[in-house]
Protein backbone atom coordinates (compact mmCIF):
# COMPACT_ATOMS: atom_id res chain seq x y z
CA UNK A 1 0.00 0.00 0.00
CA UNK A 2 1.51 3.58 -0.97
CA UNK A 3 -0.18 4.73 2.28
CA UNK A 4 1.82 2.53 4.37
CA UNK A 5 5.06 4.84 5.81
CA UNK A 6 5.02 7.15 8.51
CA UNK A 7 4.87 10.02 5.66
CA UNK A 8 7.60 12.94 5.36
CA UNK A 9 8.36 13.27 9.46
CA UNK A 10 6.74 10.35 11.86
CA UNK A 11 7.37 9.17 15.52
CA UNK A 12 9.78 10.70 17.56
CA UNK A 13 9.77 13.74 14.85
CA UNK A 14 9.41 17.65 16.76
CA UNK A 15 7.19 18.34 13.66
CA UNK A 16 4.63 15.47 15.18
CA UNK A 17 5.00 16.76 18.90
CA UNK A 18 4.80 20.24 17.80
CA UNK A 19 1.19 19.67 15.28
CA UNK A 20 -0.02 17.66 17.99
CA UNK A 21 -1.23 21.02 19.75
CA UNK A 22 -4.53 21.98 19.19
CA UNK A 23 -3.48 25.51 20.20
CA UNK A 24 -2.03 25.37 16.27
CA UNK A 25 -5.32 27.14 15.49
CA UNK A 26 -4.21 30.23 17.12
CA UNK A 27 -0.44 29.67 15.28
CA UNK A 28 -2.45 29.57 11.75
CA UNK A 29 -4.29 32.50 12.67
CA UNK A 30 -1.07 34.66 13.89
CA UNK A 31 1.08 33.74 10.71
CA UNK A 32 -1.56 35.24 8.47
CA UNK A 33 -0.85 38.38 10.24
CA UNK A 34 2.29 38.31 9.47
CA UNK A 35 2.34 37.23 5.91
CA UNK A 36 -0.28 40.50 5.39
CA UNK A 37 2.70 42.44 5.92
CA UNK A 38 4.44 41.78 3.02
CA UNK A 39 2.95 43.93 -0.05
CA UNK A 40 3.51 41.32 -3.02
CA UNK A 41 2.52 38.35 -0.72
CA UNK A 42 -0.28 40.12 0.05
CA UNK A 43 -1.57 41.68 -3.08
CA UNK A 44 -0.62 37.63 -4.75
CA UNK A 45 -3.40 36.14 -2.28
CA UNK A 46 -5.65 39.33 -2.70
CA UNK A 47 -5.79 39.19 -6.54
CA UNK A 48 -5.86 35.30 -6.56
CA UNK A 49 -8.43 34.16 -4.08
CA UNK A 50 -11.78 34.32 -2.51
CA UNK A 51 -10.62 34.72 1.26
CA UNK A 52 -12.60 37.27 1.56
CA UNK A 53 -16.02 35.89 -0.31
CA UNK A 54 -15.00 32.44 1.23
CA UNK A 55 -12.87 33.13 4.32
CA UNK A 56 -13.51 30.01 6.02
CA UNK A 57 -13.18 28.00 2.81
CA UNK A 58 -10.01 28.75 2.40
CA UNK A 59 -9.06 28.66 6.06
CA UNK A 60 -10.10 24.76 5.32
CA UNK A 61 -8.44 24.21 2.62
CA UNK A 62 -5.03 25.37 3.95
CA UNK A 63 -5.97 23.38 7.01
CA UNK A 64 -5.84 20.01 4.88
CA UNK A 65 -3.08 20.86 3.42
CA UNK A 66 -0.64 21.36 6.60
CA UNK A 67 -2.42 18.32 8.00
CA UNK A 68 -1.83 15.97 5.41
CA UNK A 69 1.87 17.04 4.67
CA UNK A 70 2.05 16.58 8.56
CA UNK A 71 0.42 13.56 9.20
CA UNK A 72 -0.05 11.72 5.59
CA UNK A 73 1.57 9.42 3.94
CA UNK A 74 5.02 10.38 1.80
CA UNK A 75 2.93 9.29 -1.10
CA UNK A 76 -0.35 11.68 0.18
CA UNK A 77 1.90 14.35 1.22
CA UNK A 78 3.99 14.52 -2.35
CA UNK A 79 0.58 14.66 -4.16
CA UNK A 80 -0.32 17.51 -2.19
CA UNK A 81 2.63 19.49 -2.90
CA UNK A 82 1.95 18.62 -6.57
CA UNK A 83 -1.37 20.28 -7.04
CA UNK A 84 -0.35 23.62 -4.48
CA UNK A 85 2.91 24.03 -6.87
CA UNK A 86 0.46 23.06 -10.18
CA UNK A 87 -1.87 25.85 -9.30
CA UNK A 88 0.88 28.39 -7.68
CA UNK A 89 2.43 27.97 -11.56
CA UNK A 90 -0.54 29.26 -13.31
CA UNK A 91 -1.09 32.47 -10.66
CA UNK A 92 0.55 36.22 -11.26
CA UNK A 93 -0.13 39.06 -9.44
CA UNK A 94 0.61 42.65 -9.96
CA UNK A 95 2.57 44.98 -7.97
CA UNK A 96 0.59 47.72 -6.71
CA UNK A 97 3.70 50.21 -6.21
CA UNK A 98 5.07 49.73 -9.04
CA UNK A 99 2.30 48.12 -11.08
CA UNK A 100 4.79 45.32 -12.18
CA UNK A 101 2.97 41.50 -12.97
CA UNK A 102 5.23 39.08 -10.91
CA UNK A 103 4.72 35.12 -10.18
CA UNK A 104 3.35 34.41 -7.24
CA UNK A 105 5.78 30.91 -6.67
CA UNK A 106 9.03 32.89 -6.91
CA UNK A 107 11.05 31.78 -4.67
CA UNK A 108 10.74 35.10 -1.92
CA UNK A 109 7.37 34.74 -1.64
CA UNK A 110 7.14 31.40 -1.07
CA UNK A 111 10.11 31.61 1.55
CA UNK A 112 8.13 34.47 3.19
CA UNK A 113 4.92 32.09 3.69
CA UNK A 114 6.88 29.15 4.80
CA UNK A 115 8.84 30.92 7.09
CA UNK A 116 6.10 32.48 8.79
CA UNK A 117 3.91 29.72 9.20
CA UNK A 118 6.68 26.96 10.57
CA UNK A 119 7.73 29.85 13.11
CA UNK A 120 4.34 31.04 14.67
CA UNK A 121 3.92 27.06 14.87
CA UNK A 122 6.85 26.59 16.98
CA UNK A 123 6.66 29.89 18.57
CA UNK A 124 2.97 29.23 19.51
CA UNK A 125 3.50 26.14 20.89
CA UNK A 126 6.25 27.03 22.86
CA UNK A 127 4.78 29.84 24.29
CA UNK A 128 1.21 27.84 25.04
CA UNK A 129 3.51 25.38 27.35
CA UNK A 130 4.82 22.82 25.12
CA UNK A 131 8.48 22.12 26.63
CA UNK A 132 11.10 22.14 23.79
CA UNK A 133 14.20 22.65 24.40
CA UNK A 134 16.47 24.67 21.87
CA UNK A 135 17.82 22.17 20.18
CA UNK A 136 14.10 20.67 19.51
CA UNK A 137 13.03 24.37 17.82
CA UNK A 138 16.26 23.68 15.64
CA UNK A 139 14.93 20.43 15.09
CA UNK A 140 11.53 21.44 14.04
CA UNK A 141 12.74 24.26 11.78
CA UNK A 142 15.11 21.64 9.98
CA UNK A 143 12.66 19.15 9.68
CA UNK A 144 10.39 21.45 7.97
CA UNK A 145 12.67 22.17 5.09
CA UNK A 146 10.97 18.87 4.09
CA UNK A 147 7.41 20.72 3.78
CA UNK A 148 9.55 23.70 1.82
CA UNK A 149 10.79 21.24 -0.99
CA UNK A 150 7.24 20.42 -1.43
CA UNK A 151 6.08 23.72 -2.18
CA UNK A 152 9.24 24.39 -4.82
CA UNK A 153 12.09 25.74 -2.54
CA UNK A 154 15.37 24.42 -2.74
CA UNK A 155 15.63 23.74 1.35
CA UNK A 156 19.20 24.44 1.32
CA UNK A 157 17.82 28.32 0.87
CA UNK A 158 15.11 27.88 3.92
CA UNK A 159 16.22 28.89 7.18
CA UNK A 160 16.76 25.61 9.62
CA UNK A 161 17.56 27.29 13.01
CA UNK A 162 16.45 29.72 15.18
CA UNK A 163 19.18 31.12 14.31
CA UNK A 164 18.70 31.76 10.75
CA UNK A 165 14.52 31.96 11.10
CA UNK A 166 15.61 35.32 13.06
CA UNK A 167 18.09 36.43 10.84
CA UNK A 168 15.91 35.94 8.06
CA UNK A 169 13.55 38.42 9.80
CA UNK A 170 15.97 40.82 9.70
CA UNK A 171 16.96 41.17 6.19
CA UNK A 172 13.58 40.96 5.12
CA UNK A 173 11.82 43.48 7.36
CA UNK A 174 12.88 46.53 5.23
CA UNK A 175 10.34 44.82 2.48
CA UNK A 176 7.31 44.74 4.87
CA UNK A 177 4.87 47.68 5.21
CA UNK A 178 1.80 48.81 6.69
CA UNK A 179 -0.25 48.80 3.29
CA UNK A 180 -4.03 49.38 3.01
CA UNK A 181 -4.51 45.86 1.93
CA UNK A 182 -2.65 44.41 5.26
CA UNK A 183 -4.64 46.72 7.52
CA UNK A 184 -7.73 45.92 5.58
CA UNK A 185 -6.71 41.97 5.86
CA UNK A 186 -6.04 42.39 9.43
CA UNK A 187 -9.09 43.50 10.25
CA UNK A 188 -11.14 40.96 8.31
CA UNK A 189 -8.84 38.50 10.07
CA UNK A 190 -10.04 39.81 13.15
CA UNK A 191 -13.85 40.06 12.52
CA UNK A 192 -14.53 38.04 9.96
CA UNK A 193 -17.84 36.52 8.48
CA UNK A 194 -19.45 33.51 11.33
CA UNK A 195 -20.54 30.64 9.07
CA UNK A 196 -24.29 30.63 8.31
CA UNK A 197 -24.79 27.53 10.68
CA UNK A 198 -23.44 30.22 13.68
CA UNK A 199 -24.70 33.11 12.33
CA UNK A 200 -28.51 31.64 12.40
CA UNK A 201 -29.43 32.64 15.52
CA UNK A 202 -28.50 36.53 15.13
CA UNK A 203 -30.72 35.68 11.73
CA UNK A 204 -33.42 34.96 14.30
CA UNK A 205 -32.84 37.91 17.34
CA UNK A 206 -31.11 35.49 19.35
CA UNK A 207 -27.80 36.22 21.04
CA UNK A 208 -24.40 35.48 18.76
CA UNK A 209 -22.95 35.47 22.39
CA UNK A 210 -20.30 32.92 22.41
CA UNK A 211 -18.52 31.90 18.26
CA UNK A 212 -18.28 35.49 18.03
CA UNK A 213 -16.45 36.21 21.36
CA UNK A 214 -14.84 33.00 21.52
CA UNK A 215 -13.10 34.11 17.96
CA UNK A 216 -12.57 37.27 19.08
CA UNK A 217 -10.53 35.73 21.92
CA UNK A 218 -8.40 33.57 19.63
CA UNK A 219 -7.61 36.18 16.73
CA UNK A 220 -6.52 38.93 19.97
CA UNK A 221 -4.36 36.26 21.44
CA UNK A 222 -2.97 35.86 17.85
CA UNK A 223 -2.25 39.53 17.33
CA UNK A 224 -0.72 39.48 21.31
CA UNK A 225 1.74 36.90 19.98
CA UNK A 226 3.52 39.02 17.02
CA UNK A 227 7.39 39.62 17.30
CA UNK A 228 6.91 42.80 18.76
CA UNK A 229 7.73 44.54 15.53
CA UNK A 230 5.43 43.38 13.77
CA UNK A 231 2.32 44.54 16.67
CA UNK A 232 4.34 48.17 16.21
CA UNK A 233 3.85 48.04 12.50
CA UNK A 234 -0.49 47.11 13.27
CA UNK A 235 0.03 50.14 15.52
CA UNK A 236 -3.90 50.30 17.86
CA UNK A 237 -4.90 46.97 16.27
CA UNK A 238 -5.97 44.95 19.26
CA UNK A 239 -5.80 45.67 22.61
CA UNK A 240 -2.04 46.55 24.13
CA UNK A 241 -0.39 43.83 25.69
CA UNK A 242 2.16 42.22 27.07
CA UNK A 243 4.95 38.94 26.61
CA UNK A 244 3.55 38.12 30.35
CA UNK A 245 -0.26 38.36 29.45
CA UNK A 246 0.24 36.86 26.18
CA UNK A 247 1.59 33.93 27.26
CA UNK A 248 -0.83 33.98 30.18
CA UNK A 249 -3.85 34.08 27.52
CA UNK A 250 -2.51 31.41 24.88
CA UNK A 251 -1.79 28.79 27.87
CA UNK A 252 -5.35 29.39 28.94
CA UNK A 253 -6.62 28.75 25.45
CA UNK A 254 -4.48 25.37 24.96
CA UNK A 255 -5.85 24.13 28.48
CA UNK A 256 -9.73 24.90 26.81
CA UNK A 257 -8.59 23.66 23.24
CA UNK A 258 -6.58 20.53 24.93
CA UNK A 259 -10.21 19.53 26.94
CA UNK A 260 -12.07 19.19 24.20
CA UNK A 261 -13.17 15.44 22.95
CA UNK A 262 -10.67 13.83 20.50
CA UNK A 263 -13.02 13.94 17.42
CA UNK A 264 -13.31 18.05 17.83
CA UNK A 265 -9.47 18.33 18.40
CA UNK A 266 -7.94 15.73 16.03
CA UNK A 267 -8.39 15.70 12.12
CA UNK A 268 -8.97 12.80 10.21
CA UNK A 269 -5.23 12.86 9.10
CA UNK A 270 -3.92 12.34 12.05
CA UNK A 271 -6.01 9.38 13.21
CA UNK A 272 -5.37 7.82 10.16
CA UNK A 273 -1.59 8.47 10.96
CA UNK A 274 -1.80 6.88 14.61
CA UNK A 275 -3.82 3.88 12.61
CA UNK A 276 -1.07 3.57 10.81
CA UNK A 277 2.03 3.47 13.15
CA UNK A 278 -0.36 0.87 14.91
CA UNK A 279 0.03 -1.29 11.94
CA UNK A 280 3.47 -0.46 11.01
CA UNK A 281 4.32 -1.18 14.18
CA UNK A 282 2.69 -4.69 14.70
CA UNK A 283 4.07 -5.63 11.45
CA UNK A 284 7.59 -4.74 12.26
CA UNK A 285 7.24 -6.22 15.58
Do not use: C, K
Amino acid sequence: MDSDDFGLFGPGSVTWQVHEEPILIVAGLRSLYLQALHPQAMAGVAQNSSYRSDAWGRLVRTSEYVETVVWGSTAQAEAAGRRVRARHARLRGRDLSTAEEFRVDQPDLLRWVHVTEVESFVTTARRAGLALTDAEVDGYYTEQRRAAALVGLDPATVPGTAAEIAEYYRQVRGELRMTREAAETALFLTAPPIPWRLSLPARLGLSLGPPRWAYFGIAGTAISLLPAWARRMYGGLGLPTTAWSADLSVRALRVVLGALPRHLRESSHRQAARERLARLTAAAG
